[in-house]
T-cell receptor, first 113, second 114 residues
Framework: KQEVTQIPAALSVPEGENLVLNCSFTDSAIYNLQWFRQDPGKGLTSLLL?????REQTSGRLNASLDKSSGRSTLYIAASQPGDSATYLCAVPATSGTYKYIFGTGTRLKVLA | NAGVTQTPKFRVLKTGQSMTLLCAQD?????MYWYRQDPGMGLRLIHYSVGEGTTAKGEVPDGYNVSRLKKQNFLLGLESAAPSQTSVYFCASSKGQGRADTQYFGPGTRLTVL
């Protein structure tokens, strides 16, 4: 059964710092991995999607990497800003070829001005 | 483009009451999903649909029913609400593009069952 873990559960950093969020999954037979952002009281917004054939994806100051063999993905945020404060969640398919996604419980990020 | 909308935004029910949550999307997406989000549990899939007229069970389907009579709408019903169903409910939709499929989420419905 696919399980997704995100450590740490919460993180506080000063503005301008580069940071890395981690996502681990138990079943490496995935066809993609997604990173989402959730602001308090809001829905999820898709940030990046990495297909299984890719090693990384970039969008602005965000870079996500995927290492299927080790069951890990990282989300790198460069030059963090207070506006980056939110909860970041990763999600992978429950089993290869299905559209059921398993979500991690997220990392709550606070960027201090 | 409104994206994914959910009605209502908030609701308080008494145990045993019934209600229906409405999800609508204007992106012509094939796939639609209902999740619940609870503290420390993350998002869990309740039911999903891969096209008009189809529904399937997710991870936590008990106590819920769904219908997808129109492509743009996905309804989640609670026939007899229980306090354990107090949660935030999110609807999502996607094109159904396989490996490149991205989910788009609604703003959520906060439900309290007393």
């Amino acid at each position: 059964k696919q399980e997704v873990t995100q450590i740490p559960a919460a993180l506080s950093v000063p503005e301008g710092e580069n940071l890395v969020l981690n996502c681990s999954f138990t079943d490496s037979a995935i066809y993609n991995l997604q990173w989402f952002r959730q602001d308090p009281g809001k829905g999820l917004t898709s940030l990046l999607l990495i297909q299984s054939s890719q090693r990384e994806q970039t969008s602005g100051r965000l870079n996500a990497s995927l290492d299927k063999s080790s069951g890990r993905s990282t989300l790198y945020i460069a030059a963090s800003q207070p506006g980056d404060s939110a909860t970041y969640l990763c999600a992978v398919p429950a089993t290869s070829g299905t559209y059921k996604y398993i979500f991690g419980t997220g990392t709550r990020l606070k960027v201090l001005a | 483009n409104a994206g994914v909308t959910q009605t209502p935004k908030f609701r308080v029910l008494k145990t045993g009451q019934s209600m229906t949550l409405l999800c609508a999307q204007d992106m012509n997406h094939e796939y639609m999903y209902w999740y619940r989000q609870d503290p420390g549990m993350g998002l869990r899939l309740i039911h999903y649909s891969v096209g008009e007229g189809t529904t399937a069970k997710g991870e936590v389907p008990d106590g819920y029913n769904v219908s997808r009579l129109k492509k743009q709408n996905f309804l989640l019903g609670l026939e007899s609400a229980a306090p354990s169903q107090t949660s935030v409910y999110f609807c999502a939709s996607s094109k159904g593009q396989g490996r490149a499929d991205t989910q788009y989420f609604g703003p959520g419905t906060r439900l309290t069952v007393l």
